[in-house]
């Protein structure tokens, strides 16, 4: 069991980059499939980003929103990041992350699927 812990929002500018930092407290996010959702204001959660534990470090993102963000993993730190590229207005949100303990190869893209959650961290993209 692990309990995530994510930091780095805030309010930041249309375009300019802003990283989201997601972290297990007293425990390894190393051996978890990761992903990284968000829920704006009115509207479902929905699915950003996720890597997984293969030897190649597979990521799967949205097709809507690849080309404005990035996920990459630390294992010497921990942590797993998400890299808001170019946000826009519509990217203002709770982002959570979550991890999934079914198996290090997993690419569910469904909320449903992932047994741990963070708090969430606001991000506000101003326009």
């Known amino acids: 069991q692990v309990q995530l812990v994510e930091s780095g929002g805030g309010l930041v500018q249309a375009g300019d980059s802003l990283r989201l930092t997601c972290t297990a407290a007293?425990?390894?996010?190393?051996?978890?499939?990761v992903a990284w959702f968000r829920q704006a204001p009115g509207k479902e959660r929905e699915f950003v980003a996720g890597?997984?534990?293969?030897?190649?470090?597979?990521?799967f993102q949205s097709d809507s929103m690849e080309d404005r963000f990035t996920i990459f993993r630390r294992y010497d730190k921990n942590e797993v990041y998400l890299e808001m590229l170019s946000p826009i207005p519509e990217d203002t949100a709770v982002y959570y992350c979550?991890?999934?303990?079914?198996?290090?190869?997993?690419?569910?893209?469904?909320?449903?699927?992932?047994?741990?959650w963070g708090q969430g961290t606001l991000v506000t993209v101003s326009s």
């Open positions: 979550a991890a999934d303990e079914s198996g290090g190869g997993s690419k569910s893209r469904y909320a449903d699927d992932y047994e741990y």
């Open positions: 007293g425990g390894t996010l190393n051996t978890y499939t």
């Open positions: 890597i997984n534990t293969l030897h190649r470090l597979s990521t």
